[in-house]
């Protein structure tokens, strides 16, 4: 019988934190992609990114997206970490971690997963500029 | 009847508000909810052809009926990540 994939989506206020290693049973390739702020956005200086939410909808999309991901490349586990609220520039906002048995759909479920996500996920983002926050001090 | 519909990120930027009130025949369908929506508030209006009105955290077809008591959204134009 197949094992039903690990499906885990969690919301945090600020940037996320490290974590330890993800482990799945019967996979033998784990891929990790994590974004990070980065410090210039339309060619001006920021200081950090605010992200907005409606939650009950995004988490709902999330896990629908980690389970249809998990369904079409046959995944062991789907873990989604999306930050709210200010993340400063370097700092971790998203991560996700899929697991399968081979290498090659976990590598294709990332990018499928991104884009999806970022069509159909009510997460907002708005820059801080640095120059408009020094202006406001 | 009247529906109350939330607005997150350039919605509510554009309009200064975190909520619409519409006033709107029984049951209207999702089309005409946006299309009532992008004729009355000129400050979305530029936003309504990337939107999706989004019923009781999910999206449905635009001839999905609305029902008094629904909760509803803006969503569209995201980008998380």
Redesign the interface.
Known sequence: MKTAPSIEVVFSEGPLGLEDAVRAPGAGAIVAFE?VIRPTEEGREIAAIE????R???E?QLESLARAAADRFGLAAVFVR?SVGVVPVGEC??RLVVASAHRAPALEAMAWF?DT??????????PVFKDEQERGQ | MTLTV?L???YA?AQGERELSVDLPPEPTVSLVLDTIGSRYPALSPLMSSTRL?VN???VPPSHEVREGDEL?L?G?????
Do not use: T
């Not at chain 2, 134009?77 to 990540?81: K, L």
């Open positions: 974004g992200y907005e939410a409606y009950p909808m995004a709902n999306h906002s998203f991104i996500m970022k069509r159909d996920v009510p997460i907002w983002k708005r | 939330r997150f990120g350039p930027d989004a955290n999910q999206f959204a969503v134009m995201v980008g998380g990540g």
